[in-house]
């Protein structure tokens, strides 16, 4: 059907393109001419159909995304219930302080560091790494089916992935924990974080790497041809050709990475914490659950929601400024 | 050319203009260097493929096989004792079919109200004409880098009567900006420009266009954008852990963390007299794989057909911020 339709209009359009040029100059004109009410009510008559169509989408937003960040403000006052969402006493940084001065702070503060760095570091390189080799599979059906395995655990829910942990690191029985005799691995302080960003990159490696292969996928073909003639072996291919095409996508990548600095998954270090290993697993986000939902302390867990979420910003933009200096990449 | 070789290259190379017919020419022509690079880099890839795929492997072969030879390590590679004992469990326990039911209803209500939602606002942001679109994007994105978090959210839903109630699980997640992302730039490079002046000609406005002609092409991304809001609501836990107190609504994540890790199968399924106490264990073992490849059946089915989609999606979203 589409076909038909091009094939109908490509010469009315080829005849009707010199005037349709001069009337979009004659409307530009036209348009600063006219004063505001107009210029609005000519584009709503225009434009109508879209606004219809992106309404909903902002309204969801507008509610579910915009009115939480007006409602931050709690965080700078005495929570009141009865007085709604900004309602109560504005009391400034009480709670921030509050918050850094508690004996918590460097603990939590430093496990959501650790974790976060250590699966930001290895998540980023491991789907490079991975895409770099899938990219060197010459069968495409043995490709495939690589890509194929790998990106399954990406879809498997996070529940599910603790329990797998724990089954496979149950100490005496589980496929793993019954090679570490005496010891429980689960409830180990100094393997907590290694379990987490280990199980972390198994799940999503497979699945990250593929906008590495996709840039790759783009390389011009000749590009090997040329480098081949001046003599490259399979690795300076990779080194000369393969990972200067995913450098954009790397620092991209990086930048948005920087901005989850302070994010660790809350559902999965939730489910992955115990009384045991509670000294190293107690992030900002669980801490704010546990404040703010079940000790009810809401103004408190609002304020380090936020210096949460400040910081994370404030790491983004820094990597946005500092990437868009060294190599003209940037996200806005 | 036949100068060329690459460093550590023992034997001389043949161009590829002397073996004229050979399809393999690629493999001819390498050195023995590269010889062993391959080989590296298939071993390589044969490890990674196998540590992906074993414990999955295991999760299912355990599922069947007698818990006393799984717990003592003899199951390794195929099912040893066959039994379906978890399985029954599995489908006389109210409680699972309850928490199958609700993520139903959410996973279904909330994907078709997020498609619904989220396809059109992308045509329209995808329209290079909509001038007010780069400040509506805007309005869109900074959401992914700044947001209010759990406790205003909490304080906002109890003001909307949402705790407790079905729609928690829908009305807030109804747009992924991300997934709003992805489809406008669908739309944006994948959809001819042709067409939309051909519409134009024809008549038809922008709604009609939408319907008539960018829908019926935009097969690949209703599937990845459906899919990916699909495993969304289906693998949702924060919500119901958060928000709902009511265990009548809670959805199946939920009540996969009570069987699966906080090990209430003896009191909940398997209280059934008779019994001795390892074999109650090894039910409740077998239940716990079982439990796991049940719950995640629905995507297991789903997958093939939507994962030739997969490159696609992700490749056309990803880059664009």
């Known amino acids: 059907m589409s076909s038909v339709v091009a094939n109908n209009v490509t010469p009315v359009r080829a005849a009707a393109g010199v005037s349709d040029t001069v009337e979009v100059i004659d409307n530009e004109k036209a348009l600063k001419a006219m004063p505001l009410p107009k210029r609005l009510a000519r584009h709503l008559k225009m434009y109508w159909h879209l606004w219809v169509m992106v309404l909903p989408a902002m309204i969801f937003v507008g509610i579910f995304a915009y009115i939480p960040m007006y409602a931050l403000q709690i965080a700078f006052r005495d929570f009141d219930p009865t007085k709604g969402l900004t309602g109560g006493r504005f009391v400034g ?240 | 050319m036949s100068a060329a070789t690459s460093q550590g290259s023992v034997a001389p190379r043949l161009s590829g203009d002397e073996i004229p017919f050979n399809k393999h020419r690629r493999f001819k022509q390498q050195s023995v260097g590269d010889w062993i690079v391959d080989i590296i880099i298939a071993l390589l890839v044969a490890l990674i493929v196998l540590l992906i795929l074993y414990p999955l492997w295991f999760i299912i072969i355990a599922s069947f096989s007698d818990q006393g030879l799984v717990s003592t390590g003899k199951v390794t590679i195929v099912p040893l004792g066959f039994q379906l004992g978890g399985y029954a469990k599995i489908l006389a326990d109210s409680r699972i079919w309850l928490g199958y039911w609700n993520t139903i209803v959410y996973t279904v209500i909330g994907t078709a109200l997020n498609m ?72 944006e490079t994948s959809i001819p420009e042709d067409l939309h002046d051909a519409a134009q000609i024809d008549g038809l406005s922008y ?75 090894q039910l409740a073992d077998q239940i716990k794989y079982g439990v796991i490849i049940v719950s995640t059946l629905p995507l297991l089915v789903l997958y093939p057909f939507l994962q030739k989609y997969f490159n696609k999606g992700v490749m056309i979203g990803a880059v664009k911020g």
């Open chain 1, 93 to 332: 940084l009480k709670y921030f302080n509050q918050f850094f001065k508690s004996p918590i702070f460097t603990q939590v503060l430093t496990n959501t560091v650790r974790i976060s760095l250590w699966t930001l570091v290895m998540g980023f390189i491991a789907p490079i790494i991975l895409a770099l080799l899938i990219n060197q599979i010459g069968s495409k059906k043995i490709k495939g089916f690589v890509q194929t395995i790998t990106y399954m655990p990406h879809f498997i829910s996070t529940v599910v992935i603790v329990a797998m942990i724990n089954i496979f690191l149950a100490p005496n029985t589980g496929l793993i924990g019954r090679f570490f005799e005496g010891s429980n691995l689960l409830e180990s302080t100094g393997l907590f974080t290694t379990i987490y960003w280990v199980t972390e990159v198994w799940q999503h490696v497979g699945w990250n790497s593929i906008i590495y292969l996709a840039a790759l996928s783009s390389v011009d073909t000749s590009l090997y041809e040329a480098a081949k003639m001046d003599g490259a072996g399979r690795l300076q291919l990779i080194r000369y050709v393969d990972i200067p095409t995913i450098l954009p996508t790397m620092s991209i990548l990086l930048i948005l990475n920087m901005g989850n600095v302070l994010n660790v998954g809350f559902e999965k270090v939730w489910l992955m914490q115990n009384a045991m290993n509670l000294p190293v697993s107690e992030v900002i986000s669980t801490y704010v659950f546990k404040m703010g939902i079940q000790s009810n302390q809401i103004s408190y867990a609002t304020a380090i929601g936020l210096f949460n979420t400040l910081i994370n910003f404030f790491f983004l933009v820094l990597a946005n400024f500092i990437s868009k200096r060294v190599s003209d990449t940037s996200i806005f």
């Open chain 2, 116 to 187: 619904l939602v989220t396809m059109p606002a992308a045509f329209a942001l995808s329209r290079r004409e909509f001038k007010p679109r780069r400040i509506i994007l805007f309005f869109f994105t900074f959401t992914m880098f700044f947001a209010g978090g759990i406790i205003p959210n909490y304080l906002l839903y109890k003001q909307l009567h949402l705790l407790n109630t079905m729609w928690v699980f829908i009305l807030p997640v109804a747009v992924n900006v991300f997934n709003l992302i992805i489809a406008r730039s669908f739309f």
């Open chain 2, 207 to 281: 709604g009609g266009y939408f319907l008539k002609i960018v829908i019926p092409l935009s097969a690949a991304i209703i599937a990845v954008i459906g899919l990916y809001y699909f495993v969304q609501h289906w693998n949702d836990y924060m919500t119901g852990l958060i928000y709902v107190r009511d265990s009548s609504k809670q959805p199946l994540q939920i009540i996969l963390q009570n069987i699966l890790l906080a090990n209430q199968t003896q009191q909940g399924g398997a209280g059934t007299g008779g019994a001795s106490m390892a074999n109650q264990q």
